[in-house]
């Protein structure tokens, strides 16, 4: 169900697709500069694949704030899409990530199979060097794991690499201040990346919960006044952070903060689009589920847009 929601996306970069390729300006990738080959290549599973110029089985759009879509297809071979959000200029952005955090997901196809990068916040990632509306160049890496009918296994897409032109629809502004979040942290010593991302202040509560294919991550702090310290309590006011998953199984339930001593959040920032901040925890097992021992959080950071000023 979660790769549906690209399905009306895919749609208009098919008609961007048709119409890239029928240019006439003598450029066959699409608007943009003049100088040099184009290119969108790769290894898939050690084996090369690359789309260029000569061809011109490839496009990337930039239709909404932040919104870059990069398709490219061999024929009769396999076809990479990517699409992203919130993508407010270079850098390195996850691969393996919902709505809402900037970055996005990888689709690799050979029909009638397909492979998607799960949402595990860290399934790759994509490295912009040069962006700009009629422009693009940069490198990329993905594991993307079968769906549907697809047979079972992954996919290694490695030494991903793209020098683009970008076909622009209309004028568009910058990304919203408000339109992507952010959770990162350490969970049990390994990295952990949010790949979807909510938070709401509602009247006296700050919720932020976070997860990825694997983890769920809750924190609710009971009678937030704003930027400081709160430490996690079980009593008044009710302040903790819950954890399900065990990085395998994500339905593995439930780790819990219990007493002022297993944790806090510092709340450095917020303004009426964005809170930032940090948090650290040590969540003990609940006696009523299947989960057991501790789980232990350290250089937890988020910095999350909020859709509903505070």
Known sequence: MRASRWLPLVSLLVALFVLACGG???????????????????KIDG???SVSSTNVAFAASHTSPGLYVLIGQVEGGHRIQIVLSSITGPGTY???????????????????????????????????????DTHMV??????????GGTPAGTKEV?????????????????????????????IAGAAWNGATVST????????????????????????????????FSETSPPRSMTVIGDGIDPLVCCWR????????????????????????????????????GTVTLVGGTFSNGLLTPP
């Not at 490198?139 to 769906?147: D, E, I, L, N, Y």
């Open 24 to 42: 006439s300006d003598g450029d066959p990738a699409g608007p943009g500069p003049a100088d040099g080959p184009r290119f969108f290549r790769a």
């Open 47 to 49: 084996a090369d694949w």
């Open 94 to 132: 996850p691969l393996g990530v919902g709505a809402g955090p900037r970055g996005g997901n990888a689709t690799l196809s050979l029909s009638p199979s397909t492979w998607l990068t799960p949402l595990s916040g860290a399934a790759g990632s994509i490295t912009f060097t040069a962006l700009s």
């Open 138 to 147: 940069g490198t990329f890496a993905f594991t993307a794991a079968a769906v």
């Open 158 to 186: 490695t030494e991903g690499e793209f020098d683009l032109a970008v076909t622009t629809i209309g004028t568009i502004g910058p990304v919203p201040d408000n339109a992507w979040s952010e959770v990162r942290t350490t």
């Open 200 to 231: 709401l202040i509602n009247g006296p509560t700050l919720s932020i919960v976070a997860g990825t294919d694997t983890r769920t991550l809750t924190i609710n702090i009971g009678e937030f006044t704003g930027p400081g310290t709160y430490e």
């Open 257 to 292: 903060t219990a007493g002022a001593t297993t944790g806090r959040v510092v709340v450095e920032s917020l303004s009426s689009t964005r809170i930032t901040g940090t948090f650290e925890a040590v969540a003990e097992a609940s006696k009523f589920g299947t989960a057991t």
